[in-house]
């Protein structure tokens, strides 16, 4: 795991922005590069490609850049979105986080598994399948929405918090490559201050949430200690599962994250604490801002959570 200096980020932040950006842009790419490469390497063998990850660790501009890596070696990638397999809401009881008292929306319960299993084998075996489709507006399961088949030069890439579910992976295990995304990395300053990566993760969820999602950063901190729940329960006990990983932590993010969420943090100092995060809280006042909007690639990872 990498860990970052806060000096050491504050310095770049204002000495030179422009080429700390391009570093930390560079590295991530690096990573997602080298998956491609073993991807297209084992395509024929390996048509089924898991990517796995907890929250807001750049599951979807991850698949969108392996998809143009991958064109690069002159393979198309199709795409299924594991949302997509999303039950009915009021057709099944949604489980309950009695640690939490929320609902356990992280559950694999709340999704159709079984179903997107049977529909990754069929594909290997080379048969035509039904991707169905999830309304978010309507919360319905619309079944056969889009015909797929895999050609013979052809790969598909699943993402999401259960792509590793053994549900999925079971009768896989020769015709998958499983890859894991994360905040890999952690920051610390002098005073003895630790950001762990979910704590990072955390910035990107809240500025996510609050821009795209309607929810105020109070809100996700409500649901955070579930969230961290389900990825302890359904994430973590599969991780072996992984044959790659990328680390897609980007270190001037946290500049720009800490600038735009300062105002709504301050006000979350007992929230910060009870879902513990107490070192984002002590963070506030310490990170330097940085002029990045000349500077950050349109396919960063980083535009998943601020636009």
Not at 85 to 106: F, Q, S
Not at 258 to 273: F, H, I, P, Y
Not at 290 to 302: F, G, H, N, Q, R
Request: hydrophobic share 40%; with cysteine; charged share 25%.
């Amino acid at each position: 795991m990498a860990e970052y200096k806060l000096s050491d980020i504050n310095r770049r932040a204002q000495s030179d922005a422009p080429e700390f950006i391009a570093e930390c842009e560079a590295r991530y790419h690096a990573q997602v590069v080298h998956v491609a490469d073993v991807i297209a390497e084992n395509s024929r063998q390996k048509p089924i490609v898991l990517i796995n990850g907890p929250s807001s660790s750049g599951k979807t501009t991850t698949n969108d850049r392996l998809f143009r890596a991958l064109a690069a070696h002159g393979i198309h990638a199709e795409t299924i979105s594991m949302d997509d397999y999303y039950r009915t809401i009021g057709t099944y009881e949604v489980p309950w986080d009695e640690e939490n008292e929320v609902a356990d929306l992280e559950s694999p319960n709340c999704m159709d598994l079984p179903l997107l299993g049977q529909h990754l084998k069929q594909l290997v075996a080379g048969e035509e399948i039904l991707v169905p489709r999830f309304d978010f507006a309507s919360r319905t399961f619309i079944p056969d929405t889009r015909a797929l088949r895999l050609d013979e030069d052809e790969v598909v890439l699943i993402e999401g918090i259960h792509a590793f579910n053994p549900l999925i992976v079971g009768g896989l295990s020769q015709s998958a490559v499983c890859v894991y995304l994360s905040i890999a990395s952690s920051v610390e300053d002098e005073d003895g201050m630790h950001l762990e990566p979910y704590m990072l993760r955390f910035l990107r969820r809240a500025m996510r949430d609050s821009l795209f999602r309607n929810s105020p950063v109070e809100d996700t901190l409500r649901q955070w200690n579930s969230v961290r729940r389900g990825e302890r329960l359904y994430i973590d006990p599969n991780r072996e599962h992984a044959a790659l990983s990328v680390d897609t932590f980007l270190p001037y993010e946290l500049c720009i994250l800490m600038e735009k969420l300062d105002a709504s943090l301050r006000r979350q100092g007992e929230g910060l604490r009870r879902a513990g995060l107490a070192p984002v809280e002590q963070a506030l006042g310490r990170v330097a801002d940085i002029d990045y909007a000349a500077y950050i690639p349109e396919d960063s990872v980083l535009h998943e959570f601020i636009g």
